[in-house]
């Protein structure tokens, strides 16, 4: 099994500035058809999960561009320029390649 | 828009097998090559994939979970179940149910759960 750890568990931050979360994974998460399918979702306080990312970087409809994805092989970041109050939550990342897999989940609070 | 909306039991006893529908609207289940896949979160934690299955019934599951595991599709009735048996206290969560997609010509391959159900919790207790 792929295992996905996220780092951190838990991140304070002041509106207005940036945040950052990792996910590594346990082996490279490219496909046998080159592609990398990790995704990071979203899910606001009692709310299930939003789809924000897939494919690393590709913002999904709908999802505003202070979001961001990066990486490669087995270590990927998901960045939010500018952190707004509307995204405190928690956020996972997940792989697809070899199965599904979710990491533990970050979450995002307001200092 | 595609909509997705989870039903069953809210409470089911120790050792007796957990039952739930997720009904698609919005789209046909028949026409469309994604899968749709169940997915469950206990109280307070992360999320855990049970399991996903096609139109024609080709299902998928977490090795974890597959011993207890059946998805089924329905195409008639545009819905799809998961029926999990043997439970426990541990098997109690909210279950959701969501789409398995894929954008083509980016590779064929599905890997964005999109949308979600509301989900449904199903606690464990005798």
């Known amino acids: 099994d792929i295992v996905m750890t996220q780092t951190p568990l838990s991140s304070p931050v002041t509106l207005g500035q940036p945040a950052s979360i990792s996910c590594r994974s346990s082996q490279s998460l490219v496909h046998s058809d080159g592609n990398t399918y990790l995704s990071w979702l979203q899910q606001r306080p009692g709310q299930p999960p939003r789809l924000l990312i897939y494919k690393i970087s590709k913002r999904f409809s709908g999802v505003p561009d202070r979001f961001s994805g990066s990486g490669a092989g087995t270590d990927f970041t998901l960045k939010i320029s500018r952190v707004e109050a509307e995204d405190v939550g928690v956020y996972f990342c997940m792989q697809a390649t070899q199965f599904i897999t979710f990491g533990q989940g970050t979450r995002l609070e307001i200092k | 828009q595609l909509q997705l909306q989870e039903s069953g039991p809210g409470l089911v006893k120790p050792s007796e097998t957990l039952s739930l529908i997720c009904t698609v609207s919005?789209?046909?289940?028949?026409?469309?090559?994604?899968?749709w896949g169940w997915i469950r979160q206990p109280p307070g934690k992360g999320l855990e994939w049970i399991g996903i299955?096609?139109?024609?019934?080709?299902?998928f599951y977490n090795p974890s979970l597959k011993s207890r595991v059946t998805i089924s599709v329905d195409t008639s009735r545009n819905h799809f179940s998961l029926k999990l048996k043997s439970v426990t206290a541990a098997d109690t969560a909210v279950y959701y149910c969501?789409?398995?997609?894929?954008?083509?010509?980016?590779?064929?391959?599905?890997?964005?759960?999109?949308?979600w159900g509301q989900g449904t919790l199903v606690s464990v207790s005798s």
């Open positions: 919005g789209d046909s289940i028949s026409g469309s090559s994604y899968y």
């Open positions: 299955i096609n139109y024609s019934g080709s299902a």
């Open positions: 969501a789409r398995l997609g894929y954008f083509s010509g980016s590779g064929n391959h599905p890997n964005w759960f999109d949308p």
